[in-house]
């Protein structure tokens, strides 16, 4: 059984590093874990993946700025879960949208469209040349 819980970046900079480490490798510049809100996703007690919700440059709105799950953990659901817990967040926080990109990631693409996310291009472009932009307003 996985069990996710938001917990607090600075507390948990080591494990939420150590999971970055593990699911981006090099690829992605480790964030700031002393900003926004942060979530663990544990099984049996065992960190196995992380999300994170910022503030966005759009007025009221928040910026899923990552996720990831070890990947013999992975196909369990576990992005679904982490974009309801980060949009109930986003909701308590007054935040009316929600808005993320993924780059060359297909399975995290699907995942954004079942979670009713769409498509959409921003005026200044965040991410690579090639990266989708989503946003969900709430």
Not at 11 to 18: I, Q, S, W
Not at 110 to 135: C, D, M, Q, T, V
Request: neutral net charge.
């Amino acid at each position: 059984m996985y069990r996710i819980r938001e917990v607090d970046g600075v507390e948990e900079e080591d494990t939420l590093a150590e999971l970055h480490g593990l699911t981006f490798l090099d690829e992605a510049k480790v964030p700031s874990f002393e900003e926004g809100h942060w979530w663990l996703c544990y099984r049996d007690r065992k960190p196995v993946a992380f999300a994170g919700l910022v503030p966005s440059v759009f007025p009221k709105a928040g910026y899923f700025t990552r996720v990831g799950v070890v990947p013999e953990h992975s196909g369990h659901g576990l992005q679904l879960r982490f974009m309801r817990a980060l949009e109930r967040r986003a909701r308590s926080n007054g935040w009316g949208m929600i808005v993320s990109d993924t780059t060359d990631n297909v399975r995290s693409a699907n995942n954004f469209i079942r979670a009713g996310y769409r498509l959409f291009e921003p005026e200044a472009k965040w991410a690579f040349p090639h990266s989708l932009y989503w946003r969900k307003h709430l």
